[in-house]
């Protein structure tokens, strides 16, 4: 089972370049996604057979049955290999089975590589697809784990030391049993293995993305599922923001509706994301972020005004995007950790992260010039054009910046100059 080959159109590069591309430049995107996450997982099997890892059969058979579903039902392991948390987890479990030294014995400090997810992901693209299968594979830590995209499991209080999960044509089993559902997280009685759905929110006839944690895969049973309230709140939240995108800012809502799959609620104070921004972000209501091995995935926590949301996810976006440009075409040249000025962030940042937030904030100020046209308030037009003015200097000194210096690829040089196109057109 390989992967296919990618080609990209010029103009759609200098689509992308220029922070657009529309929907089908999103799917080029996700195609290079695709092909990357099944090259991933066939070095993961290869690594397996080659350490003599305890999962190495179970990974092996999984990946028989995955290439036997890839040949009939292609369109749901897609679906399923692109999804954010089997991407977290296929670049995270290879990453640790690659370390010096590993030979499968646990890690004390974060606990074993957990290969054999392979086939609750095959489990997975089966149950989309609507193929009875049936896999077996050992238990998970602390007895629980998600099926990418569908639902969160957790076995009974005392499971086997191995797991026969069968999909049917009428739902799922566990070792012969159909599993309990239940509607709230914090519900832990009764016998038999429980079920809870991932969420899912929609808005208007496009957009649908699931509330999901993107390292559920990778970590089992660290981060309960959402629950049905905090979906509930979710949906409140985004809802406005959605409204004025698919109304106002069409081509965003387009490449939003196409590139993101998950929504990751976030704690209240999510540190990782606020330590290196500035004192307004640290203190905003709104924080978000996105990971580069998790393409499809915006992190959020808290919300804001519906100009606000819709501003952020426009950002994480972008990012997104550039994340997946990225792995097809390197846009910055390897080399030393040199760091400068973003005048976004607190203290300097290297050169990939620096391309990435011109990349966002190019992004975001093409939204606040829309908008400052849009608002009918003057307290929110002078907000529109102040966010816009502010952003479009920034940018101008970045990209002044990184055409100076030699880090850039010529793709990167390349994206870069139509980004210094569009402030100047503007």
């Not at 010029?10 to 996450?37: C, D, M, W, Y």
Request: charged share 20%; with cysteine.
């Amino acid at each position: 089972m390989g992967a296919d080959r990618h080609t990209m159109p010029t103009e759609t590069f200098i689509a992308l370049a220029r922070g657009k591309g529309g929907p089908s430049a999103v799917r080029t995107l996700t195609a290079g996604q695709h092909s990357r996450n099944l090259l991933t997982l066939r070095e993961l099997v290869d690594r397996c057979a080659d350490l003599g890892h305890p999962h190495a059969d179970s990974v092996g058979r999984a990946w028989r049955l995955l290439s036997g579903l890839r040949r009939v039902e292609p369109a749901a392991v897609r679906r399923i290999l692109t999804y954010p948390s089997v991407s977290a987890w296929a670049a995270e479990t290879i990453t640790r089975l690659d370390r010096p030294g590993h030979t499968g014995a646990p890690e004390p400090a974060d606990g074993p590589p957990w290969p054999a997810m392979l086939s609750v992901i095959v489990a997975a693209a089966a149950r989309y697809a609507g193929t009875p299968l049936t896999v077996d594979f050992p238990t998970p830590p602390g007895g629980a784990f998600p099926l990418p995209m569908i639902g969160h499991l957790r076995l009974d209080p005392d499971p086997p030391s191995m797991v026969e999960l069968a999909v049917t044509g009428h739902g799922l089993t566990v070792d012969g049993r159909p599993p309990r559902r239940v509607s709230a997280a914090a519900d832990g009685e009764g016998t038999g293995s429980t079920w809870w759905p991932v969420p899912r929110l929609r808005a208007g006839r496009r957009l649908e993305v699931r509330l999901d944690d993107l390292w559920s895969l990778a970590r089992p049973g660290a981060t309960p599922p959402v629950r049905p309230d905090e979906a509930a709140r979710w949906r409140v939240a985004l809802a406005p923001a959605w409204r004025l995108l698919a109304t106002h800012h069409r081509e965003y809502a387009a490449e939003l509706a196409a590139a993101i799959s998950m929504v990751m609620p976030l704690p209240p104070e999510p540190t990782a994301l606020t330590g290196g921004g500035t004192a307004a972000e640290q203190r905003a209501a709104l924080i978000s972020g996105t990971f580069p091995t998790g393409v499809g995935c915006v992190a959020l926590s808290g919300a804001g005004d519906a100009a606000t949301t819709a501003a952020t996810l426009v950002h994480e976006l972008a990012h997104n995007k550039l994340a997946a440009l990225d792995d097809l075409f390197p846009l910055v040249r390897p080399g030393a950790d040199v760091r400068f000025p973003a005048p976004w962030r607190v203290g300097p940042r290297p050169v990939p992260a620096l391309l990435q937030g011109l990349y966002a904030h190019v992004c975001v100020a093409g939204f606040w010039r829309r908008q400052a046209h849009l608002e009918t308030r003057p307290t929110g037009v002078r907000r529109a054009r102040a966010e816009f003015g502010r952003l479009r200097t920034a940018c101008r000194d970045v990209v002044e910046l990184l055409l100076t210096g030699d880090r850039l690829t010529p793709p990167g040089r390349l994206l870069v100059r139509h980004l210094h196109a569009t402030l100047t057109a503007w």
